[in-house]
């Protein structure tokens, strides 16, 4: 598993890190019943806090996307249709918002920014 940590980001690194394993277990990567690296390996990889990442694995636990076994580790929790889909909903409209404020900023109407969207739809 490859989690990258940006220090000069003004996201919270657990922030990172729950960001990070939600996009692998949504991507597939990481699979139900998949084992995480121990609070422990995973603060000595990432050369931080183990209370940071048992923050991020409380995190995700708290969200149903990991289930924590006590002395046997932490697992990828078996998949939640709903869920899944509620978090590619939760990315798509954050890029769109992303999108339309650019436009905005470019002076794109909103009037043609629906004109573009259907336009994009049909095609």
Same mark, same amino acid.
């Not at 909903?89 to 004109?115: N, Q």
């Given at each position: =598993?490859?989690?990258?940590?940006? *220090? *000069? &980001? =003004?996201?919270?690194i657990?922030?990172q ?7 692998l277990i949504i *991507? /597939? $990567?990481?699979?139900?019943? !998949?084992?995480l690296? *121990?609070?422990r390996?995973l &603060?000595? @990889?990432?050369r931080? &806090? ?7 694995y !409380?995190f995700?636990?708290? @969200? /149903?996307?990991?289930v924590?076994?006590h +002395?046997k +580790?932490t697992?990828?929790a078996k998949a939640?249709? @709903?869920? =899944?889909?509620e978090e590619y909903?939760? @990315?798509?409209?954050? $890029?769109? $918002?992303e ?5 905005k900023?470019? +002076? ?5 920014i629906?004109?573009l969207?259907?336009?994009?739809l049909e +095609?």
């Amino acid at each position: =598993m490859k989690i990258i940590i940006n *220090s *000069s &980001s =003004m996201v919270p690194i657990y922030e990172q890190i729950v960001e990070q394993i939600k996009a692998l277990i949504i *991507s /597939g $990567e990481l699979q139900e019943n !998949d084992n995480l690296p *121990s609070v422990r390996t995973l &603060s000595k @990889e990432l050369r931080i &806090s183990a209370l940071t990442v048992k923050k991020a694995y !409380d995190f995700l636990e708290q @969200e /149903g996307f990991t289930v924590t076994v006590h +002395g046997k +580790g932490t697992y990828v929790a078996k998949a939640n249709k @709903e869920r =899944m889909m509620e978090e590619y909903r939760k @990315e798509i409209e954050t $890029e769109l $918002e992303e999108v339309i404020r650019k436009a905005k900023r470019y +002076g794109v109407t909103t009037e043609e920014i629906r004109e573009l969207t259907e336009l994009i739809l049909e +095609g």
